[in-house]
């Protein structure tokens, strides 16, 4: 029997259910969907701190939409804190950012090789963890990538049951398929050796009172 999950309103439509064991998969925020992804990662040395970078190109086929996600993250050791609250205790500067912009995203025959670029606005948000403080900055990147697939493509069947809030119980049923890649992605056309997966999954569901 299919497992019951119910997700809030607000949680259903951000999408949270995975994929077993395929953790660069899209997820499920619509009851029918037919969804196309790349998804890379790399790394950006800037004043000599680590920023560890994602770009996700996500093609629906179903909304008619295509979208290019930019998100890093960073963490910077400031030593001791001097002063208030946190005096005496190990200080860090934690740094995350996240954009979103739409793209033209272009994938090859069986998933081979995969293109988008876009400039992305997000916002940057710093926490200093001496004076508990957040800054909040809005920045905006010219991203690109290229990729090719590195690996024969494998595919991951799914079915569950899912409340996506409306109190309708549905029996979802789909398919992923997924192939790693590796590539060159460009932030404001400095170039970084990056890898990760070019995939393709679809789902549909049908109400079933026999989840409860």
């Not at 951000?14 to 899209?26: E, K, R, Y």
Request: proline share 4%.
């Amino acid at each position: 029997m299919p497992r019951c999950i119910a997700l809030g309103p607000t949680l259903a439509s951000i999408s949270l259910l995975v994929f077993a064991s395929v953790a660069s998969a899209n997820t499920f925020g619509a009851p029918n969907g037919n969804e196309t992804f790349a998804d890379l990662g790399f790394s950006q040395t800037v004043n000599g701190v680590s920023y560890s970078w994602d770009l996700r190109a996500d093609r629906d086929t179903v909304a008619g939409t295509s979208v290019l996600d930019a998100s890093y993250s960073a963490e910077i050791d400031d030593g001791i804190c001097r002063g208030g609250d946190q005096d005496g205790q190990p200080g860090f500067r934690s740094i995350s950012f996240f954009g979103e912009s739409s793209v033209r995203f272009i994938v090859g025959p069986k998933l081979g090789s995969a293109t988008a670029g876009a400039r992305v606005t997000g916002v940057e948000d710093t926490f200093d963890s001496c004076t508990n403080a957040d800054t909040v900055v809005t920045k905006t990147f010219a991203v690109r990538f290229a990729a090719h697939a590195t690996s024969g493509p494998t595919t991951f069947p799914e079915q569950q049951c899912i409340d996506f809030g409306d109190g309708v119980l549905m029996n979802l049923t789909g398919t992923t398929t997924i192939r790693d890649a590796a590539g060159v992605a460009l932030v404001n056309h400095r170039a970084f050796a990056a890898v990760g997966s070019i995939g393709h999954h679809q789902w549909s569901s049908v109400p079933d009172p026999s989840c409860v």
